[in-house]
């Protein structure tokens, strides 16, 4: 337990005097002010009876009766004069001296009492006061107060509990640990969402870090009250799609789209919050129905579909789905709004209607509530998708290919060519990149996984390095091949083999092939029995300077330390610790982030001895002082934090081991 967490339940309780015969005047606590020794420590030296009591001090001729020697002028004056101030304001009395407890005006012990100081001294200070957004259902609710409270089972929090777990680092993005604030602030994809929803509102788009950060800024924005209680619940609406969508990639089998989160997001709120009420109590808007949205989108996808179907040449004309098209106009909308009855139009065509006096709908003639607008951002993207994908296709037909006609030139050349050659090998990566469904294709091809495999084989290292770019982009954008490639000894051998290389390239391809498909526990104790581990001390501890390499390195070693396989490799080479303490602050903040979380695995979560010696050997104890200074996240700031308490019990003082030489450490 940490010593500032410790309760003296003697300090709470206070003597109270009586007769002051059994009430040491010095020694002991019997003024509100405190220990009178330290209140006037000069008296104290003078007193030749330290231990003389309230009641014989008071009785004497004077205070300085018992001194060794007269008070001299100017400190010791003032403090006799003070001293006797305080004493003629005590009053004994006929009855015994007695402790009290201070906590109570009575003086009477409570357990009420006790608990609220216990209560404040262990219990997590709360700053902010629990929001809950009535329009929103409680399970909203209730992510949100989690999210406050950071009570989520993310990666992070469950290694906290001392639980093994296969990694520790964001499933979504693969860039960062796991924590409450990383996946709903400072993820990539959240903060693309966030964007979106600024964007969406009209309102000005800001970085934030953590829900404190997010209540300050939200309190911050210019605009009506209801309005922000919406805005409010469309974020909670946003965390809740979000930790569902984390959910469903970790334990689905089937990845799941991430565009939907923001589409699902808008769907809700029109569904939720019906009218909006702003100054002068005008209604502004009635987000479109959710029943009458999934008429309109189930009715795009399935002209889509038969657009796919009637898909020919060029020369054929472009089939638009109908709602797709202006009711007023009957051309593509290119910014659809919707009415307060929920039919949508394109922006010029209805202002136009508006503008020339009339009150009502065009479509259902049905008389306006309100004649504002609602952008219908569902609606845009399905346009913009198919535009994309057709319209756009069409007329770059002839700088463009087709997947279907590529596909067959790919198994042409992987059929006919009993090792596939370089530029197979990047075709079939620009093919996998263009589409997930690509990638699918390429798995269930016959044979394909076969032949990439044998490139690895070869003697060739640029072959070699082909075929792992190749393993690594399917793996990447497929799970099914992630789990091919990951349950292949053979194959992670191989790319094991390409970091040992002398080639930058090879080496970088190696480590990124190897960081995609080690995801699994498996994985990563078959990467520790290969030798990984002992690799990456090596290139730590080389001459290493490729920036891109060390921060591959480092990633890799941050992986495999997630496992109790890894944390005891790593402890048990001599240059893992201490290669990964020299790279801090060196290379770049991806860096030293990995090297951090390393650090903190094998000092924090391991406490192995021989790793936190080797720390504190190479100056580890300042470095982290220094990375705490520097524009690290929350959470690498907290590893820090926890670091520097379990390395002090190694070091004589807090800079025992500073040297001069860590001084000239340059961030990046």
């Not at 589409?263 to 919050?273: A, E, F, K, R």
């Not at 396989?565 to 030293?592: F, Q, Y």
Request: proline fraction near 2%; charged fraction near 25%.
């Amino acid at each position: 337990m940490d010593v500032s967490d410790t309760i003296l339940i003697v300090t709470i309780f206070r003597l109270k005097l009586g007769n002051g015969e059994n009430t040491r005047f010095w020694v002991d606590h019997w003024h509100e002010g405190g220990v009178l020794k330290d209140l006037f420590p000069r008296m104290y030296a003078l007193e030749s009876n330290k231990n003389a009591t309230v009641s014989s001090k008071l009785n004497a001729p004077s205070l300085d009766f018992s001194f060794r020697r007269k008070v001299r002028s100017g400190i010791e004056e003032m403090q006799l004069n003070s001293l006797t101030e305080l004493s003629q304001l005590i009053t004994l009395v006929p009855c015994e001296d007695r402790y009290v407890w201070s906590l109570e005006s009575d003086g009477v012990f409570s357990v009420a009492s006790i608990r609220k100081v216990i209560d404040g001294n262990r219990l997590q200070d709360v700053s902010l006061s629990t929001r809950w957004v009535k329009s929103v259902p409680i399970k909203v609710n209730i992510i949100a107060w989690k999210v406050k409270s950071n009570a989520l089972p993310t990666r992070f929090n469950i290694s906290r509990r001392g639980m093994d777990i296969d990694s520790i680092v964001c499933p979504i993005c693969n860039a960062g640990v796991e924590s409450t604030n990383h996946i709903f602030f400072q993820c990539v994809l959240v903060r693309q969402i966030m964007r979106k929803i600024s964007h969406w509102w009209n309102i000005d788009y800001l970085e934030v870090n953590s829900y404190e950060e997010w209540r300050v800024w939200l309190v911050s924005i210019r605009i009506q009250s209801k309005l922000k209680n919406v805005l409010e619940g469309v974020y909670y609406g946003l965390w809740w799609y979000l930790w569902n969508f984390r959910n469903k990639l970790l334990f689905d089998k089937k990845i799941p789209d991430k565009a939907l989160i923001f589409d699902n997001l808008v769907s809700s709120v029109g569904q939720i919050y019906r009218f909006v009420t702003m100054v002068k109590n005008k209604t502004i808007t009635s987000f479109f129905k959710r029943k009458n949205e999934e008429q309109q989108v189930q009715g795009i996808d399935d002209e889509i579909q038969e657009s796919k179907r009637q898909k020919g040449s060029t020369s054929e004309p472009v089939i638009v789905p109908s709602f797709f098209k202006c009711p007023i106009s009957m051309d593509v909308m290119t910014s659809p709004v919707s009415l307060s009855t929920g039919v949508t139009y394109d922006r010029v065509s209805i202002q136009k209607w508006l503008e020339a006096g009339h009150n009502t709908c065009p479509a259902t003639m049905q008389v306006l509530q309100s004649t504002d607008v609602v952008p219908n951002l569902t609606l845009r993207r399905l346009i913009r998708v198919w535009s994309d994908s057709y319209l756009l296709r069409r007329e770059n037909h002839a700088t463009t290919f087709d997947n279907e006609l590529s596909l067959e030139e790919l198994k042409d050349l992987i059929i006919n060519q009993e090792y596939m050659s370089l530029s197979t090998l990047n075709n079939v990566v620009s093919f996998a990149k263009s589409s997930r469904e690509n990638c699918e294709l390429l798995v269930r091809l016959e044979g394909f996984f076969a032949k990439v495999m044998n490139m690895l084989r070869q003697r060739s290292l640029e072959g070699k390095t082909s075929a792992a770019r190749v393993l690594e982009t399917l793996a990447a954008l497929d799970t099914e091949s992630r789990r091919l490639v990951a349950d292949d000894s053979v194959t992670l051998a191989e790319l094991y083999s390409l970091t040992m290389s002398h080639d930058v390239t090879a080496v970088n391809a190696g480590l990124t092939a190897l960081i995609t498909v080690a995801t699994s526990r498996q994985t990563k104790k078959e990467l520790v029995r290969l030798g990984i581990v002992k690799t990456a001390g090596k290139m730590l501890a080389g001459p290493e300077k490729s920036v891109s390499v060390i921060e591959k390195v480092l990633k890799l070693l941050e992986m495999v330390s997630t496992c109790t396989e890894g944390r005891t490799a790593i402890c048990e080479d001599e240059n893992c610790v201490s290669g990964a303490v020299n790279r801090l602050m060196k290379v770049s903040p991806a860096a030293t982030e990995h090297a951090i979380c390393v650090i903190w695995s094998v000092c924090y979560m391991s406490r192995d001895r021989t790793a936190q010696e080797a720390a504190v050997k190479m100056n580890g104890l300042t470095k982290i002082l220094l990375v705490m200074q520097s524009n690290v996240s929350s959470l690498v700031r907290q590893m820090c934090g926890e670091l520097v308490k379990v390395l002090r019990v190694n070091s004589k003082s807090c800079l025992a081991s500073y040297e001069t030489r860590t001084t000239h450490i340059m961030p990046y």
